[in-house]
C-alpha cells in the first residue's frame, strides 16, 4: 500500500532523516559522509533553505 502524500506547509520546520533502503549503509566511507555534507550545504544557499539545527547521527 502506498504512503500517504506529506503535507508541506511554507515556512514550516520539517524533520529530515537520511538512511538507506532497509537500513543499508548510506557512507560506506568518511569521504561519502563529507561530500553528502557538502552538497547539503550547496543546496541549502541554492535553493534558499534555513536550517535552524541539526544532530548528526553516524
Sequence with gaps: MPRV???V?????????QR???R???FAQEGDYEVYLSNLR???VECGISSVTRDWVK
Design 5 to 7: 502524500g506529506r503535507v
Design 9 to 17: 506547509l511554507p515556512d514550516y520546520p520539517h524533520h529530515i532523516v
Design 20 to 22: 538507506g533502503h532497509n
Design 24 to 26: 543499508q549503509v548510506v
Design 42 to 44: 550547496e543546496l541549502k
